[in-house]
């Protein structure tokens, strides 16, 4: 499976974006789908992750509340909505793919083997 993400942009705190994370193959129940994001000068850190089968959803505390992860599957793509944005979450987003990803590193980058090319954020104050 090949990913790309797209979708990112310059927003104003409190502003909105929606990235989208497109497969290039059919993606089977089996994946969990991830949203990560790496500031500069700081690791790379989990924002989100969706059970492509079922639907389940996870976040971040720092996003909760704030930002959406869904799927569309008669697209293969993965969306991340973000509301309410703030400086603080400039970073480059990537998506990220795996199957059999356990419940417990699920927010592990190390857990998926399929990454999409990074988008930006960047919101200014």
């Known amino acids: 499976v090949q990913l790309q993400a797209f979708g990112g942009g310059l927003v104003q705190t409190g502003g909105s974006l929606r990235l989208s994370c497109a497969a290039s193959?059919?993606?089977?129940?089996?994946?969990?789908m991830g949203w990560f994001r790496q500031a500069p000068g700081k690791e790379r850190e989990f924002v989100a992750a969706?059970?492509?089968?079922?639907?389940?959803?996870y976040y971040a505390d720092s996003v909760k509340g704030r930002f959406t992860i869904s799927r569309d599957k008669s697209k293969n793509t993965v969306f991340l909505q973000m509301n309410s944005l703030k400086p603080e979450d400039t970073a480059v987003y990537y998506c990220?793919?795996?199957?059999?990803?356990?419940?417990?590193?699920?927010?592990?980058?190390?857990?998926?083997?399929?990454w999409g090319q990074g988008t930006l954020v960047t919101v200014s104050s």
């Open positions: 990220a793919g795996g199957t059999t990803i356990i419940l417990s590193q699920i927010r592990s980058h190390s857990s998926y083997p399929y």
């Open positions: 193959g059919r993606m089977s129940s089996a994946y969990t």
């Open positions: 969706l059970r492509y089968g079922a639907g389940t959803t």
